[in-house]
């Protein structure tokens, strides 16, 4: 098949079973890869929804500014989209992003602003949305994509994403929020269509999406120094948080032992759909995984800089221990499933 441009390549991404022993006998553990994307993470799809409905309401068209915010992923695709539409793209950095990120934004034509001081409430988060106000007064009529409130983001997940899961042989789906676009997309889908399917969140201990107080954590892209707009609880399930050593130990088993690199964000995920078939009804889950290994070579691939931060990586007998203990929240009735 011969695509009109790079945009048709996002999506579609493969799903692939884990066979692993720390999957509980007789159960089944699938992973949707979305770094199969262009840019190997799931933000192609979000930059993409984001994108096209800004362009369907006239809020940007070629020449335009569009300004976001991202602690990494969807900057690269923004960044693409503006050359592949022609509109100017400010990407809002913090010294959290990598080297070879700000280049991939470069690659593409986008214009970096990093900010240096976190703010004191909200860590790098909240001082990052502060620069996106101060250059929205700078550039009148520029767009700010707003991941975080814009609901085109969940809608275009609950429009695409969760048509390509909901037929899957899955009775669970497992995913990590930050903004929570992707998985609370794909939870009002199936909440409608198939409500049989459990919803179930994972986020990292530090994080401050659901209700704890917020401290710096290591993985990209999951959490939140607050909670977004395009987090909706009531079509979530259940949520488990887990720690950077436990969601890190994972991408590196699974990278070892199964061939698959992964964010840190991904590990989170497999680490809390493992827990889930253990714990739950569940005889199988569908864990996505956001972003590739790659971005992280450097970090939670790297021994030094896991040293430098006094990460041990767990073994496969302290993962199941870990597991056996994984508590889950019913997020409904805000009680503690086990
Ligand atoms: C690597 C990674 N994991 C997880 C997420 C969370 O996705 P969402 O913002 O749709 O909740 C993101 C989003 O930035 C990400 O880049």
New binding site residues.
Partial sequence: MIHTDITECIGNTPVVSLNDELVPLGKKLYLKLDYFNPNF???DR?ALGLVKAAMAEGKIRPGSILIES?????GKSLAMLGAVYGFKVIIVVDPKVSASLLKWYQAYGAEVDMVTTPAPEGGFQRARLNRVRQLLDKYPGAFWSN?YDNPS?PAY?AETTAREIADLPVDSIVG????????CGIGKYVKKHKPHLHVVACDVAGSAVFGQPFAPYLI???GLSWRSA??DTSVLDAVSISSDQEAISVCRLLARDHGILM????GLTVFTALAWLQHSDASSALAII??AGTNYLDQIYDDEWLTAKEIKLLGRGELEERLEHKAFTNLLKQETLT
């Avoid at 991202?70 to 969807?74: F, P």
């Fill in positions: 993470s799931i933000k979000t991202t602690s990494g992923n969807l991941q983001n997940h990590a929020v930050s903004t929570g676009g992707h998985l990209n892209g999951v395009n987090t964010g840190g964000s991904g956001p972003d």
